[in-house]
């Protein structure tokens, strides 16, 4: 794909009256240098969030489209009764339900399954969280569909898959609580209690890329999140690397394609992580417009049918090379 080097978007004033006076990337912890829980900035639904004006003038346009209307409010997010917890346990090892748990989870719509142990961290300020166990689940979006970002048909893609990993993770749920333990489903667009990025990214499903979302070796960044919270034993898995980081430092199609212009180049410190970071308030306003926006991840090579497979393979070769190299180098200088 060639370069995408799109007019600097200005927001319009009107929408700009609907920001609060702090600044979102303080909200998220830019620069700050101590580990912290995130706090809810979007997709919650809690009045005291500083973009709670925002988000509610955004759900109000997605009502009012009745293509997009169509997939929020009628969409298919699987069943809607909780199964009671069965009052006999079913014993097995961590390693047999682990292998059950992801078996079940692809028989009944997920395309990505990782488990992992979760992390306090994570749980966003004024929620709790206290199951001990992880499973995050990933479903594949259309290339098709996402690939016409930022038109609403990429939107009404994303908002789709969210309803996919929602069902997939309610009927998880139901089928754990039927083995006897407790779990809870979340699926998007709404957040959950907790951050699902960075489970993600332990669970195995790929390494953050400089736009701010996963890439995954197989589904680039064409995937969406939804998640089980569970107190099932299991047993975790492992980060996945791959060379997607080191790919996105000599990258600039998403940086160039942003129309905000909101993706840093260099990673920032991000509530004590130095990471890949979208400027919150840039992108914000050109997310609203377009009813979720996406470029993003639709220019990213990773995420064309085909292309992350043999770029995964790709990446790994040269830093086995490079590493090979640098072992040489440091034998013949001992
Ligand atoms: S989603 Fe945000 S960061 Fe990504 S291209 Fe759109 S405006 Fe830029
Ligand atoms: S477009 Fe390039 S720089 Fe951006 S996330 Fe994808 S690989 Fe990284």
């Known amino acids: 794909m060639g370069v995408v ?78 199964e009671p917890v069965a009052p006999v346990v079913v014993e097995n090892t961590a390693q047999a339900w682990s292998a059950k748990v992801k078996e079940f989870a692809r028989a009944h719509e997920a395309d990505l399954v990782g488990i992992v142990r979760l992390d306090p961290l994570w749980v ?15 479903v594949a979006m259309d290339y098709d569909h996402l690939s016409t970002a930022p038109a609403i048909a990429a939107g009404i893609e994303v908002m789709e898959k969210y309803n996919r990993g929602t069902r997939a993770a309610r009927k998880l749920a139901n089928w754990i609580h039927a083995q006897g333990y407790h779990a809870d489903a979340h699926g998007g667009p709404l957040a959950g209690p907790v951050s699902l990025v960075p489970a993600a990214l332990a669970a195995g499903f790929g390494e953050l890329g400089k736009h701010g979302s996963i890439i995954n070796r197989e589904l680039g960044s064409s995937f969406r999140l939804a998640a089980v919270r569970t107190d099932m034993p299991l047993v975790v898995d492992q980060p996945d690397m791959f060379g997607a980081d080191d790919f ?63 770029l995964a393979q790709k990446m790994t070769r040269r830093a086995i090379r490079r590493n090979s190299g640098l072992m040489e180098t440091s034998e013949t200088a001992g």
Not at 250 to 258: G, P, Y
Not at 265 to 289: A, L, N, S, T
Request: with cysteine.
């Open 124 to 138: 966003y300020d004024r929620y709790e969280a206290t199951e001990p166990w992880l499973i995050v689940l990933g």
């Open 248 to 310: 996105c430092t000599s990258c600039q199609l998403c940086t160039n394609a942003c129309p905000p212009q909101a993706i840093f180049e260099d990673k920032q410190v991000v509530r004590g992580d130095q990471k890949w970071y979208v400027d919150f308030d840039k992108c914000i306003g050109y997310f609203h417009e377009t009813y979720g926006c996406a470029i993003c991840i639709a220019v990213c090579p990773w995420s064309r049918p085909g292309v992350a497979k043999n």
């Open 5 to 82: 080097k799109r007019a600097l978007y200005r927001m319009p004033e009107a929408l700009g009256r609907l920001f609060p006076s702090v600044s979102g990337n303080t909200v998220n912890g830019l620069g700050e240098p101590r580990r912290r829980r995130p706090s809810p900035i979007f997709w919650h639904m809690n009045l005291e969030m500083p973009f709670a004006r925002l988000q509610q003038a955004l759900f109000e346009r997605m009502d009012s489209d009745p293509r997009l209307k169509a997939v929020l409010r009628r969409g298919d997010r699987g069943p809607t009764k909780r």
